[in-house]
Nanobody
Framework: QVQLVESGGGLVQPGGSLRLSCAAS????????MGWYRQAPGKEREWVAG???????TYADSVKGRFTISTDKVKKTMWLQMDSLIPEDTAVYYC???????????WGQGTQVTVSS
């Protein structure tokens, strides 16, 4: 069973930056399109960004130009660089297969991002 472990969240002021990490227990980034998701309090989980095995990236309109997704297949790690953060980015962030992939691994615990002054 593949395990996904998210980390790197925290409290940041508006306009600040964070870099989230997703560590996988197996070499899944060679095989699956992967993505980042987030869930704000009282809202459904939403897709944020995706990356193909060939490193083609896509983003939700709400984060385009501010977030960057990337992977290191050898290190079995995926990142989400988040810049120009706004309060609306406050959520628990998760990684899993991309929204275009039906199969989902077990969800990790996520990492909390809070944007507040």
């Amino acid at each position: 069973q593949v395990q996904l472990v998210e980390s790197g969240g925290g409290l940041v002021q508006p306009g600040g930056s964070l870099r989230l990490s997703c560590a996988a227990s197996a070499s899944i980034f060679y095989l699956y399109m992967m993505g980042w998701y987030r869930q704000a309090p009282g809202k459904e989980r939403e897709w944020v960004a995706g990356i193909t095995t060939g490193d083609i990236t896509t983003y939700a309109d709400s984060v385009k130009g501010r977030f960057t997704i990337s992977t290191d297949k050898v290190k079995k790690t995926m990142w989400l660089q988040m810049d120009s953060l706004i309060p609306e980015d406050t959520a628990v962030y998760y990684c899993n297969t991309d929204r275009r992939v039906t199969y989902k691994f077990s969800w990790g615990q996520g990492t909390q991002v809070t944007v507040s002054s």
